[in-house]
């Protein structure tokens, strides 16, 4: 890091000063002892431009605020059947550690359906994720390894797509910025190989194990390896932090369980023109492969 963004880095974090309590007290909920690192992140999204640096993350603290992100880890989905099938149609969860100690996220892009609750549901499901991600699983990675660790890997699945979805990458990649291309990896196969040069097989999300294995629910000797199932040992120890939180707050507060609809800050100009185009190039390769019925309301947003 050169003088110059250590100088961006002190007119950032001279500009937080002036904050007032309630945004002090969320942006410690998102840094958790790490200011500097945190707003380098934001820094970086936008080429180290402070300005527009601080803009991006005053936007997301008043998001955070007006939807009271502070507590949803209080808020879990209720009844657990309900919260079932969440997790059987949005496929993600936590399959273990790289050697180097970051989390490993799996995504089953292709085979989430998202047809078994209501949006709300989904959107409150995703931001609670992200949550406890950086509030308990990257903390324990840093208490762990003994260095911050602020960052995870990602292995997407994609089972389930259309050849023609995925040969677009091509349309995609040149609106994308270098930094982000270079955090992209396409794997052949099931990518096994390639992925326990990084991470023991003990951590290789299921779908990963044998190839054409897909994003399919198995256990192996009494032990869910799906990390994508609510039996699995992360989406337990997730789904009872959530009620141990609601039982703590609700011993003052009381928090009303309802459905919570979840404000999103306008967008940036730059970041709408990419999502526009690569959600007018979905349609238009929906409309060649047949596929207009489930692309039916696709919206593509900026995060």
């Not at 993350?57 to 009271?68: G, P, T, V, Y």
């Not at 969860?93 to 050697?99: A, D, E, I, M, P």
């Not at 099931?190 to 991470?199: N, T, V």
Request: hydrophobic share 35%; glycine share 6%; charged share 25%.
């Amino acid at each position: 890091m050169n003088n110059a963004h250590q100088e961006a880095i002190k007119q950032f974090m001279s500009l937080m000063e002036n904050v007032d309590d309630r945004m002090k007290g969320t942006f410690q909920n998102m840094h958790h002892g790490y200011p500097a690192e945190t707003l380098v992140r934001f820094l970086k999204a936008r080429n180290w431009n402070v300005q527009k640096g601080h803009k991006m993350l005053i936007d997301c603290l008043h998001w955070r605020i007006q939807n009271e992100i502070d507590n949803i880890l209080a808020k879990p989905i209720i009844p657990t059947d309900l919260y079932g099938a969440v997790r059987d149609s949005q496929l993600v969860g936590l399959s273990g550690y790289s050697k180097e100690g970051l989390p490993i996220i799996a995504i089953g892009v292709g085979l989430s359906t998202f047809d078994k609750a209501s949006v709300n549901h989904y959107v409150r499901s995703h931001i609670q994720m992200n949550e406890y991600r950086d509030r308990v699983v990257l903390p324990t990675a840093t208490e762990k390894s003994g260095r911050h660790i602020s960052s995870c890997l990602k292995v997407l699945d994609m089972t389930g797509l259309k050849l023609s979805v995925l040969n677009q990458r091509k349309t995609v990649k040149p609106l994308l910025q270098e930094r982000t291309k270079g955090k992209i990896q396409v794997l052949q196969g099931c990518g096994r190989d390639e992925l326990l040069k990084i991470m023991d097989y003990s951590s290789l999300p299921h779908f990963c194990r044998k190839e054409g294995s897909g994003s399919s629910r198995h256990s192996s000797n009494g032990t869910i390896d799906n990390c994508f199932s609510l039996d699995h040992t992360f989406h337990q120890q997730f789904y009872n932090y959530l009620k141990q939180q609601a039982t703590l707050i609700e011993t003052g507060l009381r928090i009303k369980q309802g459905s919570i609809h979840v404000d999103f800050p306008e967008p940036d100009p730059q970041d709408t023109k990419i999502a526009e185009t690569i959600e007018c190039e979905f349609h238009r390769l929906a409309d060649q492969n047949g596929l207009c019925n489930s692309l039916n309301g696709l919206k593509v947003n900026r995060d």
